[in-house]
């Protein structure tokens, strides 16, 4: 079984012209839409049983931008489920009004999806406001009762926040309670997969294979004057599993990484 997993986005209708700042980085930006179509020409797509996309699925979390991704991504993805998690770019309720018009929320989105006999579990620790989000005991509970109800199935658990530090691009980890690595500890998911950094990594959370995927929009480059080179980035993952054994191959959709912007962080 093979599956395709990107994250951020970060999609714009217009990305209007800015002179400067962390909004100047879209000024010369390919839109995500474009990335993944030429990506999609590089995988042979019908192999693929779903995508997972890992938050920041919109840069200001506007109605019409969630409207106008949906409508794409739909036709982009035609006939292969893809499932959804929120980031701190999101915006709950009006994801809410377009994803899930039936439910007027403002509440986190966590979802349990069944494919192929697998079971994707969507943990929203995105929290409006916080720009490193956060994992609560509620989550916590909720994941617990969602591990109970695919027991004895394989699963993957999904999030936007991520659980390792990466310093190529330094930003803070979820923090989280005790209890949540030894619920990890406990059910054992078959993988755990990130966004959030922009930068794919690789490794091992409480003994699960864990992994980041690149952005599907840009990526900071540190250069060590405390400057960060923007540069267009798209990378996916693309994932196999078959019966135990798991693997991950990084897939970059865009050659040349163009530069966005540089900035004194
Ligand atoms: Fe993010």
């Not at 755990?192 to 990526?219: D, P, Q, R, W």
Request: with cysteine.
């Amino acid at each position: 079984m093979e599956f395709l997993h990107i994250s951020d986005l970060h999609y714009k209708k217009r990305y209007p012209f800015v002179k400067d700042g962390y909004a100047s980085i879209f000024n010369k930006m390919t839109s995500p839409i474009d990335m993944l179509i030429s990506g999609f020409k590089q995988i042979k797509c019908d192999n693929l049983s779903f995508v997972l996309i890992s938050g920041d699925l919109t840069e200001n979390g506007i109605e019409e931008d969630y409207k106008e991704l949906k409508n794409k991504l739909d036709m982009l993805f035609y006939g292969i489920p893809y499932i959804v998690t929120l980031g701190n770019h999101d915006n709950k309720e009006m994801f809410y009004k377009i994803w899930k018009p039936e439910t007027n929320s403002i509440y986190p989105y966590g979802s349990i999806t069944n494919i192929n006999g697998i079971n994707i579990i969507a943990l929203d620790n995105s929290v409006e406001g916080n720009p490193d989000g956060l994992i609560t005991e509620e989550h916590c509970k909720w994941l617990v009762r969602g591990f109970e109800y695919t027991k004895g199935t394989k699963s993957i658990l999904m999030m936007h926040h991520p659980l390792i530090f990466d310093r190529i691009t330094p930003v803070p980890v979820v923090q989280y309670p005790n209890e949540f690595p030894q619920i990890i500890k406990k059910y054992l998911p078959s993988m755990i997969l990130c966004g959030h950094t922009h930068n794919e990594l690789y490794g091992s959370f409480e003994g699960v294979l864990y992994a980041t995927a690149g952005s599907m929009s840009f990526k900071g480059f540190q250069k060590g004057n405390g400057e960060v080179c923007f540069r267009e980035y798209a990378s996916a993952n693309l994932c196999k599993m078959e019966g135990n054994l798991i693997s991950i191959e990084e897939i970059t959709f865009t050659e040349y990484k163009k530069v966005l912007a540089n900035m004194q962080l």
